[in-house]
């Protein structure tokens, strides 16, 4: 759901919301505009595939654990060229790192820290399904010069901006500077991204669910309630059928969400609890819960809002329920009542 669209460029919708709304600065202007630069470039090589020998492992373990793809490597290579020279940003740091990248001396520093997964769901690349990638904007705090872990580890609800590409039968942009959400496709012969759509909603109930069944073994007692209710359909308290989808990509699981409604989960079980979930909250559940919530969806760890959460490390991971209001409260009174 969303209203009306006048088909302008990013570079033209920056602008308005700059010169206009003032609502970004020259140089959140910049750093954008150079992310969705860096995205198109991430797009040709993904597009490319086995023609652009980009397939396969790169052979290196990053600071996950994960076995990286050769365009994990390159994607994360593509963002962080684009972006150190600008002149906008203090830092750098990626899921694909152990540590910030700093801004070469050589070049000027801004006062803002950029965050991503360069190639989110990347083990779907092999096979030809959506990938995309992840990204969110905070600032350098007051008076800090060079940048360390500690100072990117700030609630979610500080993001000054966030959005996620899909590079899927199109390349869409979506983005939110933090008064709605706004999606972008990239237009191939003109080479720039053509907002397509402003204000998302995401509609407060559903019939859709997305989670990992194959961990259900694992699950805490609320997870299970609350989706052997969904699978129950209308037999069940629930009293209607519910879909089920897994694309295992998050990008193009929470972009379902975004277009129709929906609720996806990745909770913390007795697989992932000594990580502390599976996906991490810098690179994917902060930037993803701050567009949900934009779009009037609701984002919690089951316990808490995941805006609220203050991060402990570069690298933490959390448990995810986002997607239309109604489930996630609904999942979340679950774990309060077990509690
Ligand atoms: P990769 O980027 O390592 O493929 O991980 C993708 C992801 O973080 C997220 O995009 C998916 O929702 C989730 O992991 C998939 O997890 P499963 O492997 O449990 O399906």
Redesign the pocket.
């Known amino acids: 759901m969303s209203e009306p669209v006048k088909p302008i460029s990013l570079t033209q919708f920056l602008i308005e919301q700059q010169r206009e709304r003032q609502h970004i600065n020259a140089d959140l202007r910049l750093l954008l505009e150079v992310v969705g630069r860096a995205c198109k470039a991430i797009a040709v090589a993904v597009g490319r595939g086995a023609l652009g020998n980009v397939l396969g492992n790169a052979g290196a373990v990053n600071v996950?654990g994960?076995a990286q793809k050769k365009l994990?490597v390159l994607s994360n290579e593509i963002l962080l060229q684009a972006n150190e020279w600008g002149g906008h940003l203090a830092a750098i740091a990626s899921?694909e790192m152990d540590d910030p990248h700093l801004i070469p001396h050589r070049y000027p520093k801004g006062n803002y820290l950029l965050v991503f997964?360069p190639?989110?769901?990347?083990?779907?690349i092999d096979v030809n399904v959506s990938?995309?990638t992840i990204f969110s904007v905070l600032r350098c705090p007051e008076g800090v010069d060079e940048p360390n872990a500690e100072h990117f580890l700030q609630p979610g609800s500080q993001q000054v901006a966030a959005g996620y590409t899909v590079y899927g039968p199109s390349t869409l942009l979506v983005l939110t500077l933090g008064d709605g959400v706004y999606q972008f496709t990239l237009d191939r012969e003109l080479g720039s991204f053509v907002l397509t759509q402003r204000r998302l909603r995401i509609p407060e109930d559903t019939q859709e669910f997305?989670i990992?069944a194959?961990?259900r073994r694992h699950w805490d007692p609320p997870v299970r309630r609350y989706v052997e209710e969904l699978q129950q359909g209308k037999e069940g308290p629930r009293g209607k059928d519910f879909n089920m989808r897994?694309?295992?990509?998050?990008?193009?699981?929470v972009h379902r969400i975004l277009t129709r409604g929906g609720i996806?989960m990745?909770p913390v079980d007795n697989k992932c609890r000594d990580k502390g979930g599976?996906?991490?909250l810098l690179y994917?559940a902060n930037p993803m819960s701050f567009i949900v919530e934009q779009a009037g969806g609701a984002a919690s760890t089951g316990t808490q809002r995941i805006l609220d959460v203050q991060p402990q490390g570069l690298h933490q991971r959390i448990a995810v329920f986002l997607g239309s209001k109604n489930e996630v409260e609904r999942a979340a009174a679950y774990h309060a009542e077990a509690d």
Request: glycine residues 6%; aromatic residues 10%; hydrophobic residues 35%.
């Open positions: 996950q994960e994990d899921e997964d190639l989110d769901g990347s083990s779907n990938v995309g997305a990992n194959s961990n897994w694309v295992a990509s998050m990008v193009a699981d996806f990745y599976r996906l991490r994917e």
